[in-house]
C-alpha cells in the first residue's frame, strides 16, 4: 500500500498496562479499558508501547498480555504490538509472535540501550531489514527522543524505499511538522503511514505537514478524534476550534501526568479498578492528578463516564 492509499490511518492510542496495587496485571481492567478505548472511537490501538510501561513488563508478561489484548479485542479494531529490543533475534522472535497471534502492526524503536548504547546507522537498517524479512505485517519505526538514536528524514526514507515491511513512521522528535514533511518528500508513496505522536501535543502542525494517523494517550480519543477528521475534510477552523478546545488536556497529560494520565482518567471514569503505576516509578503527585481531573471534567470525555 501506499501514502496515497494506507491500509491504517486515524486515531490508535496507546493502551495502558493495568496492574493492581501490588503489582500483578490486572487482566479484567485490561480488557474493561480495551472495551473502553474502542467504545471512544479509536480506529485501532497500540499495546506494550513505552506509556504502556513496557520497561516494566517481564518477557512473560508481554506474551499474556499480548495474547489477552488480541483475543479479547478480537478484530473489533486493528492492534499495533510494540516489539520493541535491543537484539535483533530477540526482536524478530517477539515479533514473529505477535504476528502469529494476530497483531495488524508491529512498532519498534531502533536498538538502544541506556544513555550511551547505540548502533550505527548501517547495522540500524539491517536490523530493520533482518526483522521485514521475518514478518509479513507492517513496521512502524518509533523516532522519539527517548531512544538517543538520530534517525534522518534521509534514512527513513532509504529504509521506506529498500526494506518490505518498514512503511509507517511515527515521529515525536523536536521539530516533528518539518520532519514528516521532509520524509514525505523524499519518500513519497514509499512512506505509507506518516504519523504523529506525543500525545497529540504537535497534532495540528503534523496534521498540516500531511500527518495520516496519530498514536496519542488511551483515555480521550472522543477529543482527539474530530480534530484528525475535520482536518481531514479540509475544515481547518472546526479542526482549529476543536484542537484548541482539547489542548489544555492534552498539554497536561504529555507535560505533567505523563504515561499515569490514561490510567488516572479510567480509574476516575470507572473504567479500571488501580491506577497505580509499577514500582519503582512514583505515582502521580496528587496535585497534578487534581489538575488532569478538574481540567478533564470541563471537557467532559466519555472516560470520566463510561464506567459509571
Request: proline residues 6%; glycine residues 8%.
Given at each position: 500500500?501506499?501514502?496515497?492509499?494506507?491500509?491504517?490511518?486515524?486515531?490508535?492510542?496507546?493502551?495502558?498496562?493495568?496492574?493492581?496495587?501490588?503489582?500483578?496485571?490486572?487482566?479484567?481492567?485490561?480488557?474493561?479499558?480495551?472495551?473502553?478505548?474502542?467504545?471512544?472511537?479509536?480506529?485501532?490501538?497500540?499495546?506494550?508501547?513505552?506509556?504502556?510501561?513496557?520497561?516494566?513488563?517481564s518477557?512473560?508478561?508481554?506474551?499474556?498480555?499480548?495474547?489477552?489484548?488480541?483475543?479479547?479485542?478480537?478484530?473489533?479494531?486493528?492492534?499495533?504490538?510494540?516489539?520493541?529490543?535491543?537484539?535483533?533475534?530477540?526482536?524478530?522472535?517477539r515479533?514473529?509472535?505477535?504476528?502469529?497471534?494476530g497483531?495488524?502492526?508491529?512498532?519498534?524503536?531502533?536498538?538502544?540501550?541506556?544513555?550511551?548504547?547505540?548502533?550505527?546507522?548501517?547495522?540500524?537498517?539491517?536490523?530493520?531489514?533482518?526483522?521485514?524479512?521475518?514478518?509479513?505485517?507492517?513496521?512502524?519505526?518509533?523516532?522519539?527522543?527517548?531512544?538517543?538514536?538520530?534517525?534522518?528524514?534521509?534514512?527513513?526514507?532509504?529504509?521506506?524505499?529498500?526494506?518490505?515491511?518498514?512503511?509507517?513512521?511515527?515521529?515525536?522528535?523536536?521539530?516533528?511538522?518539518?520532519?514528516?514533511?521532509?520524509?514525505?518528500?523524499?519518500?513519497?508513496?514509499?512512506?505509507?503511514?506518516?504519523?504523529?505522536?506525543?500525545?497529540?501535543?504537535?497534532?495540528?502542525?503534523?496534521?498540516?505537514a500531511?500527518?495520516?494517523?496519530?498514536?496519542t494517550?488511551?483515555?480521550?480519543?472522543?477529543?482527539?478524534?474530530?480534530?484528525?477528521?475535520?482536518?481531514?475534510?479540509?475544515?481547518?477552523?472546526?479542526?482549529?476550534?476543536?484542537?484548541?478546545r482539547?489542548?489544555?488536556?492534552?498539554n497536561?497529560?504529555?507535560?505533567?501526568?505523563?504515561?499515569?494520565?490514561?490510567k488516572?482518567?479510567?480509574?476516575?471514569?470507572?473504567?479500571?479498578?488501580?491506577?497505580?503505576?509499577?514500582?519503582?516509578?512514583?505515582?502521580?503527585?496528587?496535585?497534578?492528578?487534581?489538575?488532569?481531573?478538574?481540567?478533564?471534567?470541563?471537557?467532559?470525555?466519555?472516560?470520566?463516564?463510561?464506567?459509571?
Amino acid at each position: 500500500m501506499t501514502l496515497s492509499a494506507p491500509r491504517y490511518r486515524g486515531i490508535y492510542p496507546v493502551a495502558p498496562t493495568t496492574f493492581t496495587e501490588s503489582g500483578a496485571l490486572d487482566l479484567a481492567s485490561q480488557k474493561r479499558c480495551f472495551d473502553f478505548m474502542i467504545d471512544s472511537g479509536v480506529d485501532g490501538i497500540c499495546i506494550l508501547a513505552n506509556f504502556s510501561e513496557q520497561f516494566l513488563l517481564s518477557d512473560d508478561e508481554r506474551e499474556v498480555l499480548t495474547r489477552t489484548a488480541l483475543e479479547h479485542i478480537a478484530g473489533r479494531v486493528p492492534v499495533i504490538v510494540t516489539t520493541t529490543h535491543f537484539g535483533t533475534t530477540v526482536c524478530a522472535e517477539r515479533s514473529r509472535r505477535a504476528q502469529g497471534m494476530g497483531a495488524a502492526m508491529l512498532m519498534v524503536m531502533p536498538p538502544y540501550h541506556g544513555a550511551t548504547f547505540r548502533v550505527p546507522e548501517a547495522q540500524t537498517f539491517e536490523f530493520y531489514a533482518r526483522l521485514s524479512d521475518a514478518v509479513s505485517i507492517p513496521i512502524m519505526v518509533q523516532d522519539a527522543p527517548a531512544s538517543g538514536t538520530v534517525l534522518s528524514a534521509a534514512f527513513l526514507a532509504k529504509m521506506a524505499k529498500e526494506i518490505e515491511q518498514v512503511s509507517y513512521f511515527k515521529i515525536e522528535t523536536p521539530g516533528a511538522a518539518s520532519k514528516l514533511r521532509e520524509l514525505i518528500r523524499l519518500g513519497g508513496e514509499a512512506i505509507e503511514g506518516p504519523w504523529d505522536g506525543e500525545e497529540a501535543i504537535t497534532l495540528l502542525p503534523d496534521l498540516d505537514a500531511g500527518a495520516t494517523g496519530a498514536m496519542t494517550g488511551g483515555a480521550f480519543a472522543d477529543g482527539i478524534r474530530p480534530i484528525i477528521e475535520a482536518h481531514r475534510a479540509g475544515d481547518m477552523d472546526q479542526a482549529f476550534a476543536l484542537y484548541q478546545r482539547w489542548l489544555p488536556l492534552i498539554n497536561v497529560e504529555n507535560r505533567q501526568a505523563g504515561f499515569l494520565a490514561a490510567k488516572a482518567l479510567m480509574k476516575e471514569g470507572g473504567v479500571i479498578a488501580c491506577e497505580a503505576p509499577r514500582h519503582p516509578w512514583p505515582a502521580m503527585h496528587p496535585e497534578v492528578r487534581k489538575g488532569l481531573i478538574a481540567t478533564a471534567r470541563r471537557l467532559d470525555p466519555l472516560v470520566l463516564r463510561w464506567g459509571k
